[in-house]
């Protein structure tokens, strides 16, 4: 069984960029979650996905959207990069939209 | 609004000493509770969940209860180790995980 897989493990962008985060959902899974963490601080719900639908979204501006692919597989798009966005960006898997979350490693995305 | 708070934010104990992390929460109104552990840099490895109808789970050394009428969760380590070393958060799900900002533990050999 394959885990939670995120791409790319590192980035560095400018402000202003865009940029594509990937996450590939663990087998048998129908929900992705993605969280921002900061430095020091818990994560943040970003917003999730079940079925290719959105299910929810947290305190995030539109410039953070996202997708969910009929593999279940997700992507985070971030557009017009700010330097606040330097984070930890790490997506979660689950069964269900309830269901207990596996996380990927992790992308660190820096913005300079 | 759910809020969650960890106390201590960090914590160094000697290696063989049993230890408790807590963790509380503002709306008792969840689905379940979740307890992770996070290594520097590292993804979130999922430690234990308890479901709202639980009082706890446990896993080798570790068991976590869950008082959702105080809106506290706790988690026991028992006999730590160094490789229990990490940051450890929780997280209560309404409709969505809601975390606490984590205790740093330091077990010392």
């Known amino acids: 069984e394959t885990g939670v897989t995120q791409s790319p493990t590192h980035l560095i962008k400018t402000r202003g960029q865009q940029v594509t985060l990937r996450c590939s959902s663990q087998?048998?899974?129908?929900?992705v979650s993605w969280y921002q963490q900061a430095l020091g601080q818990g994560p943040q719900f970003i917003f999730q996905y079940y079925r290719e639908e959105e299910n929810g979204r947290g305190n995030f501006p539109p410039r953070f959207s996202g997708l969910q692919f009929p593999n279940y597989s997700s992507e985070l798009n971030v557009n017009a990069l700010e330097l606040d966005d330097s984070a930890l960006y790490l997506c979660a898997s689950s069964f269900d939209r309830n269901g207990e979350q596996y996380f990927g490693p992790g992308t660190r995305l820096t913005v300079t | 609004k759910q809020e969650v708070t960890q106390i201590p934010a960090a914590l160094s104990v000697p290696e063989g000493e049993n230890l408790v992390l807590n963790c509380s929460f503002t709306d008792s109104a969840i689905y379940n509770l979740q307890w992770f552990r996070q290594d520097p840099g590292k993804g979130l490895t999922s430690l234990l969940l308890?479901?709202?109808s639980q009082r706890e789970q446990t896993s080798g050394r570790l068991n976590a209860s869950l008082d959702k009428s105080s809106g506290r969760s706790t988690l026991y380590i028992a006999a730590s180790q160094p490789g229990d070393s990490a940051t450890y958060l929780c997280?209560?799900?309404?409709?969505?995980?809601?975390w606490g900002a984590g205790t740093k533990l330091i077990i010392k050999p």
């Open positions: 087998s048998g899974h129908n929900t």
């Open positions: 997280a209560a799900r309404n409709y969505q995980l809601i």
């Open positions: 308890i479901q709202s």
